[in-house]
């Protein structure tokens, strides 16, 4: 119970300030409704946000207190290095402006999380314009003066990259029946949708450990210490902790998102793009989830181990910096094979239309069953960019859902299709199904 005598000074100009007890009736009608009534996590985030402020007096609080609080990591949350935070808030004031543009149309007071502060502000209608959000830049560490301009240029090509596929013209929402049947299908729930971009920086890391990561140990982070122990030049180990404190993902998972954002397959209000490092379990049991990557650079895949048939197989050699992807032979496990089908598919590094990979795409119930969850991967970057091209295409996956039953209402089941996959250069030069399984 929130008492109504407080009476707190965080309403701006024009119009009366309100009593404690009116702040917390706006808050918990924004709360209420559809916008927010899906998603526990806003929820908490934003009563933690509005307690802080407004009964306990708080004027400026801390990204590590909310990290600790609402998100539950522990003491030693960094948030310069995890920004989960920086995410949530902002799907948070995105949903707000959602809730006064709509449902909450007839407020008389409008609550905001101003930019560049988590302190929650309400105004009256037509009331003070909000600052924007600045960004501090945190200065680049000295002892490897060779490494930034190498880095400086590589990101200003991807930079330049990601600008470009940006600006390309935006075609009309799609109207091809399969794939919006697909897409309805996996969203019909109306919970969030996470698409999760794949932790290249980790991949890096266990090539120089030699070793897989698995995902205990990739959510406590305590692969950090084994890496002091490798025998490595300091130089060396530098560099891969340069890598590990920033959040690199590959080309591969941009084509993908960009292919779901330009068909508008997903609605905007209820999907965020997230890191795989600054994910969590709970959004596995309550949304839908999207993982672009395999288990090397996505390990929350591991999730999903014993319910999928299918696995992209790394062996101990693959664990090695100075190991040829394009010439190796890829391995995909079949777990339950049906009736004539390899219990391991092998791909031809070097076969007579272009080296050969494969490409796996996994429908799956999410862990408590109320939402679903898409696992696009491949052997390669051309394997994951397949994937997303079969799941956005009308003739591919018209194709697929010809060989799949239907349920309820038409409803697209839980599946799992492999695809052996060619590619010339590092560019996919087509695709084809090599083993289709139903759950």
């Not at 306990?56 to 207190?65: A, L, P, Q």
């Not at 060779?146 to 470009?164: D, E, G, Q, R, S």
């Not at 019909?188 to 920086?201: K, M």
């Not at 591991?302 to 100075?322: K, T, V, Y």
Request: aromatic share 8%; glycine share 6%; charged share 25%.
């Amino acid at each position: 119970m929130h008492p109504p005598e407080a009476v707190r000074p965080p309403v701006s100009q024009p119009g009366p300030p309100l009593s404690n007890a009116e702040l917390w009736g706006l808050a918990e009608r924004i709360c209420a409704s559809p916008h927010f009534n899906r998603s526990s996590r806003l929820r908490e985030l934003l009563r933690f946000l509005c307690r802080r402020a407004w009964d306990d007096g708080v004027e400026e609080i801390k990204e590590h207190e909310i990290g600790v609080a609402v998100f539950e990591r522990g003491p030693q949350f960094d948030s310069s290095h995890d920004t989960l935070v920086r995410v949530q808030a902002s799907q948070l004031r995105k949903r707000l402006e959602r809730y006064f543009a709509e449902e909450g149309a007839d407020e008389r007071y409008v609550l905001e999380i101003p930019r560049g502060s988590y302190a929650p502000i309400v105004t009256a209608r037509g009331g003070v314009v909000l600052a924007e959000e600045t960004i501090a830049v945190p200065a680049p560490s000295p002892g490897r003066p060779w490494i930034i301009p190498v880095l400086a240029t590589l990101c200003l090509a991807l930079a330049a990259t990601c600008v470009w596929l940006i600006l390309r013209p935006v075609r009309p929402p799609v109207s091809d029946p399969s794939v919006q049947l697909f897409w309805n299908t996996f969203a019909a729930n109306g919970r969030e949708n996470y698409v999760v971009l794949a932790d290249s920086a980790i991949a890096a890391v266990q090539d120089a450990l030699r070793r897989p990561i698995g995902l205990d140990e990739y959510v406590r982070r305590s692969y950090e210490k084994d890496l002091d122990r490798q025998p490595v030049s300091p130089e060396y180990r530098n560099l891969v902790r340069y890598l590990m404190a920033r959040r690199y993902t590959s080309l591969a998972d941009v084509l993908v998102v960009r292919q779901i954002a330009q068909s508008r397959l997903l609605d905007p209000a209820r999907t965020a793009v997230v890191y795989a490092r600054d994910h969590n379990v709970r959004a596995f049991q309550a949304g839908n989830n999207i993982l672009i990557g395999s288990q090397r650079a996505i390990p929350w895949v591991h999730l999903f181990d014993e319910r999928m048939d299918f696995h992209i197989s790394d062996r101990p050699a693959d664990f090695n910096l100075e190991q040829d992807a394009a010439s190796s032979r890829r391995r995909v496990e079949n777990r339950r094979p049906k009736a004539g089908e390899p219990t391991v598919f092998e791909s031809d590094p070097r076969g007579p239309e272009g080296s050969e990979g494969f490409s796996l795409i996994a429908y799956l119930p999410n862990l408590s069953g109320t939402g679903n969850t898409l696992i696009l991967a491949g052997t390669d970057m051309s394997g994951t960019e397949a994937a997303g091209t079969l799941l956005t295409t009308e003739r591919f996956l018209a194709d697929l859902l010809g060989r799949l039953p239907r349920g309820p209402r038409g409803a697209v089941p839980h599946f799992e299709v492999l695809l052996k996959t060619r590619q010339v250069e590092n560019t996919n030069h087509g695709f084809r199904i090599a083993a289709l399984h139903i759950h």
